[in-house]
């Protein structure tokens, strides 16, 4: 039976994993827009390197879903159990991640990336309990 | 292909990711417990933890962990970051057995075992997906990943 309760629970940790997985796209497509920092370190130094990420829209913006992920995290856990809410996050987290990879950042996620992707997450649920 | 390769150095990087972010979170947790609990309610008490010598070096590890995950990112898919180093929870795990003594259930043994397993998939794969014109990413003939549809 689904109790209010429930879809309360349920709709935390979906915003939890929403924003966790737009801050991880949205920082690893600042990356990709940016370049190879080895390169770029190569070239203007670690401060320019530095300058050139923490100066990018996306990644601006990445950080700031990332934030909103730490507090609804922090909110969920002030009104349910950290032994439920962090696990089930943490390893969703896995799977929403390489479902948005393939959609957004166009990576080629093939049988194996899904496997890997699939065990980490049952892995962590278990490990996290 | 010329960023699609992975050298030693970047492997390098990338055990550099699994340690700092384990041994930071650790750091966090070692430093937290010294504390007490804080109650959400008085968030200001945080504050002091900033003078914990084990919460400070964990913020440390973590800001390394920040640098050396955009470094990651910015030559290797997402898809491949996050699992290959996700052998940092196995490391937490360790350390909190070993280190802070806590107990390790068969079931989390079977977390390890299976995050093991994840992270031995995914990185046998090509870590960069290119992405040319006509042409989608180059793999190695072992890679052995069926692609309908392509000529």
Known sequence: ?????GFGLAGMIASIVFTATAGDVLT???????GDLDDIRGVKGLFGAIVAVVTNLRFVSGVFCMALSFFSLLFALSHADVSLVAPASASLTFVSNAVAARFFLKENVDRRRWMAAVCV????????R | MVHSTMNARRYLILAVVTLTGSFGDTFLSVGMKHLGPVSLS???????ALRNPWVLGGIALLIGFFASYLTALSWADLTFVLPATSLGYVVVALLSKFWLHEQISLLRWLGILLITAGVGFVTRGPSFTEHAKADPAPEPVSAGVSRAGQP
């Open chain 1, 1 to 5: 039976m689904i109790t209010a309760e």
């Open chain 2, 42 to 48: 008085h968030l200001d008490s945080l504050l002091t």
């Open chain 1, 28 to 34: 690893a497509s600042a990356m990709r827009q940016i």
């Open chain 1, 121 to 128: 997450c049952v892995g962590v649920a278990l490990l996290a």
